[in-house]
DNA sequence: CATGTCGGTTGATCTGAATCAATGCGGTTG
DNA sequence: CAACCGCATTGATTCAGATCAACCGACATG
C-alpha cells in the first residue's frame, strides 16, 4: 500500500486515538476533536481501502477530491459490483438537492477531501450563479465521460478494456505531471486488480491475464507491482479499439 | 414502421417537395420554406430511423423532445455501436459550449424537436440563472441515469438487461399514461430489436432469444411485434436483479 | 403475381470471458 | 524464523452470449 501523505496541506492536528495526522474528523477513530463537523468548510482524510459512504446513508455534504482517488459504486443484492464514477484531484461528489449517497464512496488510494456543508453549499449556489455554472460544466463533462464508459462497457474486449484504462490514468498522469523521457510514459497504478475489474466489468482473473498479455507482448513495461512504464502510447492506443483522434489530449 | 402524426401541435405548412408536414426544416428535402432556421427557436420532424445529425457534425442548436424518442449512440471504427442515450418527450439535446455532437442522434421512432439557436440560448442562460439550475437539476438525473446503465452494462446478465430495459419502459409509460386494468401494464415497445440490442450491449439475436424465453415462462405477453403486455410487474422486476425497492414510481 | 425487403425468430456451432482452483510473493506479525 | 495475509498470477474447465446461417411473415413494388 502507498501511503502517501497528503501534501497540498499539513495537517494541524494529530488525533490522540490513532496516528492519522487530520484537520477535522478522524476517518479511523471518526473522532471530531476540533469541533469542525459544524463549520462550513473541513477536510476529512481516510486511508486507502475505507469507505467514505455507503449507498443510501446520509451524506448532508458536497466534497471535492484534494489528493488522492475515490470511487463510486453500485452493488447488487448478490454482491456483483460496478464502479461508476472515479473521482480524481478536483473532482467533485455529491448532489444538491439530495440528502443520501446514491453510491458507495471509497478510497481508492489515501485520500483527502474537502467537504461543504450541503445546506449553505446551496444557499451560495443561489446567490453565486457563477457556481452553478461551474457545477453544470463539471456535470456535463462527467456526464461525457459516463457516455464514454457506457461503450467501453458495453462494446469493448477484454483488452481494448484494459487498453482503455491503461490510456485513460497515462493521459491524465501525463497531463499534470512529469513524463518520462522521449515519449515514454511511467505512472504509478492507482487501482488494484480488482479496483481494475470493478471498473472494467470483467473479473480480477481476466484483468490480470490481459495484463500478462500486453506485458508479453512489449505494450506495457511493469516495475513491482504498481509502476507501469507505456513504451509507446500510440501502440497502446491502437489497442483500444477508440478513434486515434483521442489523443489530442498528450 | 408506426406513422404516428405528432399530435402535440399541428403542423401549419406542408413542403411541396414531400409529404412531410412541418413547421420549419423538412428533414427529409432540408428545405427552410419559412426561414425559420434564422429564427431563435423553431421546430423540426423526423421519420422513424432518421438521422438527427452524426457525431462530429456541426450542431449550432440545443434541442428538446416535443413527441417521439431519439436516441444517442456511440460508433467504433469497425461499426460497434453503443447506444448512450435514450431521449424521452422533455429531454434535453446537446450541450452549451460545444459546436459539435458529440453522439450520433437518431429517431427511433418519428420525432419532433424543439430547437433553440445555441448562441441565444446561452446569453439566456446567463441572464436567467434559472434555467442553468434546471438544466443542472436534468443533467445530475441523466447522470444518475447514465449510472444506473452502467451498471446494468458491466454487469447484468442478458436476461436481466432485458427485464430491465422492458421495465424501464413500462414505469415511464405507466407514468403518463392509462394503464391497462388490475395492474397489468400494457405498452408499445418504441424501439426495434436492433436498437434495444445497442442499447444493452447485445446483439439482436440475443435479444430476440430473450424475449421469447420471457414469452415462453409468461412474464410478458405479446400481441403483434410491438404491443407488450406485463401481466405481473412485480414477477418482471424480480429478474432485473435490482433491488426491489426501485419499484417506487409505478 | 412474383419478387424483394425489412424486422424478427430459431438453430447449430464457436469462443471469450467466467469460474474454480492452485500457487507465488512481498510485507507484517507473533 | 515461521505463519499468515493481501494481492497477484496462472492453469483447467465451463458456459453465456456471439457468430453464422436458415427461415418466416407482413408489406411494398415492378
Redesign the interface.
Known amino acids: 500500500m502507498t501511503r502517501t501523505t497528503p501534501k497540498l496541506q499539513p495537517f494541524s492536528q494529530e488525533c490522540k486515538d490513532c496516528p492519522i495526522r487530520h484537520r477535522a474528523v478522524c476517518a479511523r477513530c471518526e473522532k471530531d476533536e476540533l469541533g469542525l463537523l459544524e463549520q462550513i468548510k473541513f477536510y476529512r482524510s481516510f486511508e486507502a481501502g475505507q469507505t467514505v459512504v455507503w449507498a443510501g446513508d446520509r451524506m448532508d455534504f458536497v466534497a471535492s477530491v484534494v489528493t488522492g482517488i475515490a470511487t463510486?459504486s453500485?452493488t447488487?443484492?448478490?454482491g456483483?459490483?460496478?464502479m461508476?464514477?472515479l473521482l480524481l484531484p478536483s473532482d467533485f461528489a455529491g448532489?444538491p438537492?439530495r440528502e443520501t449517497s446514491?453510491?458507495d464512496v471509497t478510497a481508492a488510494t489515501d485520500l483527502v477531501m474537502c467537504c461543504f456543508r450541503k445546506k449553505p453549499f446551496e444557499k451560495m449556489?443561489l446567490s453565486t450563479?457563477h457556481i452553478?455554472?461551474r457545477?453544470?460544466?463539471m456535470?456535463?463533462d462527467?456526464?461525457?465521460a459516463?457516455?464514454?464508459?457506457?461503450?467501453l462497457?458495453?462494446?469493448k474486449t477484454a483488452r481494448e478494456k484494459i487498453a482503455s484504462l491503461l490510456c485513460i490514468i497515462a493521459r491524465r498522469d501525463a497531463a499534470l505531471q512529469l513524463r518520462s523521457s522521449e515519449g515514454q510514459l511511467r505512472f504509478d497504478l492507482p487501482l488494484t486488480r480488482e479496483a481494475m475489474s470493478e471498473y472494467?466489468?470483467l473479473t480480477l482473473e481476466t484483468v490480470s491475464r490481459q495484463m500478462s498479455a500486453l506485458r508479453r507482448e512489449g505494450l506495457i513495461v511493469t516495475e513491482g507491482k504498481r509502476q507501469i512504464i507505456i513504451p509507446d502510447f500510440d501502440a497502446l492506443l491502437e489497442e483500444t479499439?477508440?478513434?486515434s483522434d483521442g489523443g489530442f489530449l498528450i
Do not use: K, N
Open positions: 463510486l453500485q447488487m443484492e448478490d456483483r459490483r460496478q461508476v464514477g448532489r438537492g446514491a453510491y449556489m450563479p452553478g455554472q457545477l453544470l460544466e456535470t456535463l462527467e456526464l461525457d459516463a457516455r464514454e464508459w457506457m461503450l462497457l458495453g462494446r472494467l466489468g479499439g477508440d478513434d
